[in-house]
Nanobody, 118 residues
Framework: VQLVESGGGLVQPGGSLRLACAAS????????MSWYRQAPGKERELVAA????????TYADSVKGRFTISRDNAKNTVYLQMNSLKPEDTAVYFC????????????WGQGTQVTVSS
Protein backbone atom coordinates (compact mmCIF):
# COMPACT_ATOMS: atom_id res chain seq x y z
CA VAL A 1 0.00 0.00 0.00
CA GLN A 2 1.32 3.41 -0.93
CA LEU A 3 -0.33 6.78 -0.40
CA VAL A 4 1.49 9.88 -1.60
CA GLU A 5 0.11 13.31 -0.71
CA SER A 6 0.90 16.48 -2.62
CA GLY A 7 -0.31 20.05 -2.90
CA GLY A 8 0.55 21.44 0.50
CA GLY A 9 2.33 24.73 1.03
CA LEU A 10 2.14 28.25 2.41
CA VAL A 11 -1.01 30.26 1.70
CA GLN A 12 -2.43 33.50 3.00
CA PRO A 13 -5.65 33.55 5.03
CA GLY A 14 -8.63 33.41 2.71
CA GLY A 15 -6.67 31.55 0.08
CA SER A 16 -7.14 28.10 -1.41
CA LEU A 17 -5.18 24.90 -1.82
CA ARG A 18 -5.96 21.56 -3.41
CA LEU A 19 -4.42 18.48 -1.89
CA ALA A 20 -4.12 15.23 -3.81
CA CYS A 21 -3.36 11.71 -2.62
CA ALA A 22 -2.19 9.19 -5.20
CA ALA A 23 -2.84 5.59 -4.15
CA SER A 24 -1.29 2.35 -5.32
CA UNK A 25 -0.85 -1.24 -4.22
CA UNK A 26 -4.43 -1.97 -3.23
CA UNK A 27 -7.92 -1.97 -4.80
CA UNK A 28 -8.56 1.75 -4.45
CA UNK A 29 -12.22 1.64 -5.46
CA UNK A 30 -12.93 -0.80 -2.62
CA UNK A 31 -11.59 1.48 0.11
CA UNK A 32 -13.08 4.44 1.90
CA MET A 33 -10.73 7.40 1.87
CA SER A 34 -10.22 10.17 4.39
CA TRP A 35 -8.13 13.21 5.11
CA TYR A 36 -6.89 13.80 8.64
CA ARG A 37 -4.79 16.62 10.02
CA GLN A 38 -2.53 17.12 13.00
CA ALA A 39 -1.47 20.50 14.31
CA PRO A 40 1.52 20.93 16.65
CA GLY A 41 0.64 19.78 20.15
CA LYS A 42 -2.76 18.47 19.09
CA GLU A 43 -4.19 15.06 18.30
CA ARG A 44 -4.79 13.90 14.76
CA GLU A 45 -8.36 14.69 13.73
CA LEU A 46 -10.65 13.68 10.90
CA VAL A 47 -11.13 16.46 8.36
CA ALA A 48 -13.19 14.75 5.65
CA ALA A 49 -14.12 11.28 4.45
CA UNK A 50 -15.62 9.80 1.30
CA UNK A 51 -17.04 6.34 0.70
CA UNK A 52 -15.45 3.92 -1.75
CA UNK A 53 -17.79 4.88 -4.58
CA UNK A 54 -18.12 8.51 -3.61
CA UNK A 55 -21.76 8.23 -2.61
CA UNK A 56 -21.37 9.86 0.79
CA UNK A 57 -19.06 12.41 2.40
CA THR A 58 -18.45 13.53 5.96
CA TYR A 59 -16.80 16.71 7.21
CA ALA A 60 -15.55 18.06 10.50
CA ASP A 61 -17.72 20.95 11.66
CA SER A 62 -14.72 23.26 11.49
CA VAL A 63 -14.35 22.81 7.71
CA LYS A 64 -17.95 22.39 6.54
CA GLY A 65 -18.74 24.75 3.69
CA ARG A 66 -15.05 25.45 3.04
CA PHE A 67 -13.49 22.07 2.20
CA THR A 68 -14.60 19.51 -0.38
CA ILE A 69 -13.40 15.92 -0.61
CA SER A 70 -13.65 14.06 -3.91
CA ARG A 71 -12.15 11.03 -5.59
CA ASP A 72 -11.38 9.75 -9.05
CA ASN A 73 -11.37 5.97 -8.99
CA ALA A 74 -10.04 5.82 -12.55
CA LYS A 75 -6.94 7.71 -11.39
CA ASN A 76 -6.68 6.12 -7.92
CA THR A 77 -6.62 9.60 -6.44
CA VAL A 78 -8.48 11.41 -3.69
CA TYR A 79 -8.56 15.19 -3.42
CA LEU A 80 -9.22 17.81 -0.79
CA GLN A 81 -10.17 21.24 -2.09
CA MET A 82 -9.63 23.78 0.69
CA ASN A 83 -11.10 27.26 0.32
CA SER A 84 -11.31 30.25 2.66
CA LEU A 85 -8.34 28.94 4.60
CA LYS A 86 -7.78 30.15 8.15
CA PRO A 87 -4.64 30.17 10.31
CA GLU A 88 -6.23 27.43 12.44
CA ASP A 89 -6.18 25.14 9.38
CA THR A 90 -2.39 25.02 9.67
CA ALA A 91 -1.39 21.39 10.16
CA VAL A 92 0.13 18.34 8.53
CA TYR A 93 -2.56 16.73 6.40
CA PHE A 94 -2.60 12.94 6.05
CA CYS A 95 -4.35 10.72 3.54
CA UNK A 96 -5.95 7.55 4.89
CA UNK A 97 -7.28 4.41 3.23
CA UNK A 98 -9.53 2.15 5.28
CA UNK A 99 -12.03 -0.66 4.82
CA UNK A 100 -14.08 1.07 7.51
CA UNK A 101 -15.62 4.48 7.01
CA UNK A 102 -14.38 7.62 8.75
CA UNK A 103 -12.47 5.92 11.56
CA UNK A 104 -8.73 5.78 12.23
CA UNK A 105 -6.84 2.70 11.08
CA UNK A 106 -5.88 1.25 7.75
CA UNK A 107 -3.01 2.85 5.85
CA TRP A 108 -1.53 6.34 6.02
CA GLY A 109 0.42 8.61 3.75
CA GLN A 110 3.49 10.51 4.91
CA GLY A 111 1.62 13.80 5.22
CA THR A 112 1.86 17.20 3.59
CA GLN A 113 2.31 20.49 5.44
CA VAL A 114 -0.29 23.22 5.06
CA THR A 115 0.56 26.59 6.56
CA VAL A 116 -1.91 29.45 6.55
CA SER A 117 -0.21 32.70 7.43
CA SER A 118 0.14 36.27 6.27
Amino acid sequence: VQLVESGGGLVQPGGSLRLACAASGFPFSSYHMSWYRQAPGKERELVAAITSVGSMTTYADSVKGRFTISRDNAKNTVYLQMNSLKPEDTAVYFCNANRFYAVPGGSWGQGTQVTVSS
